[in-house]
T-cell receptor, first 114, second 110 residues
Framework: DAGVIQSPRHEVTEMGQEVTLRCKPI?????LFWYRQTMMRGLELLIY????????DSGMPEDRFSAKMPNASFSTLKIQPSEPRDSAVYFC????????????FGPGTRLTVL | RKEVEQDPGPFNVPEGATVAFNCTYS??????FFWYRQDCRKEPKLLMS???SGNEDGRFTAQLNRASQYISLLIRDSKLSDSATYLC???????????FGKGTKLSVIP
């Protein structure tokens, strides 16, 4: 079975550019989470969706960040405009909402904003 | 104060040693707890859940003390392959959200 798929794996961009990160959750999982990880702050939850509906976006740092989940198999996290302080590893994770709540993480997107 | 706090380490231990990691959580509404493992430049993966009665999985033992809001992970007979960062995780009752500690780095030395 394929795990959580994220693309791109690495992104280098210049300040002010738009960045779009993509995620395909595990089939059958109906919760999806976007995290950001930095050395200073660790792993932080940005937003999570349940059945494609955003439930809690209180972790989204500011209006430059937006996330969508148009269907059960695809989500995007967009940063516009990007800033150097957005440089981090962005992980997408998915889980079921019954039984075990184990979250399965994708390999992450390493973003560098110059 | 962060919701989940861990000693960042690093812990450098020889092969075969026993090592223990501690974690405290501040939100008394936290109901479920986990240890995740993260290898260098990889994604976090679930290592084990933590139950009130304590639980063991091979060389790994997890303990929870709700009164002290304290969680521990014990690794016996450390292997080189145990080298990783160990993340303590709390989950509130009725929520799908996980709150991660910043992790404790372990290096097992030959």
């Amino acid at each position: 079975d394929a795990g959580v798929i994220q693309s791109p794996r690495h992104e280098v961009t210049e300040m002010g550019q738009e960045v779009t990160l993509r995620c395909k959750p595990i089939s059958g999982h109906n919760s999806l989470f976007w995290y950001r990880q930095t050395m200073m702050r660790g792993l932080e939850l940005l937003i999570y969706f349940n059945n494609n509906v955003p439930i809690d976006d209180s972790g989204m740092p500011e209006d430059r960040f937006s996330a969508k989940m148009p269907n059960a198999s695809f989500s995007t996290l967009k940063i516009q405009p990007s800033e150097p302080r957005d440089s981090a590893v962005y992980f997408c994770a998915s889980s079921r909402t019954s039984g075990t709540y184990e979250q399965f993480f994708g390999p992450g997107t390493r973003l560098t904003v110059l | 104060r962060k919701e989940v706090e861990q000693d960042p380490g690093p812990f450098n231990v020889p092969e075969g040693a026993t090592v223990a990691f501690n974690c405290t959580y501040s939100n008394s509404a936290s109901q479920s707890f986990f240890w995740y493992r993260q290898d260098c430049r990889k994604e976090p993966k679930l290592l084990m859940s933590v139950y009130s009665s304590g639980n063991e999985d091979g060389r790994f033992t997890a303990q929870l003390n709700r009164a002290s809001q304290y969680i521990s992970l014990l690794i016996r007979d450390s292997k080189l392959s145990d080298s990783a960062t160990y993340l303590c995780v709390a989950q509130k009752a009725g929520s799908y959200q996980l709150t991660f500690g910043k992790g404790t780095k372990l290096s097992v030395i030959p």
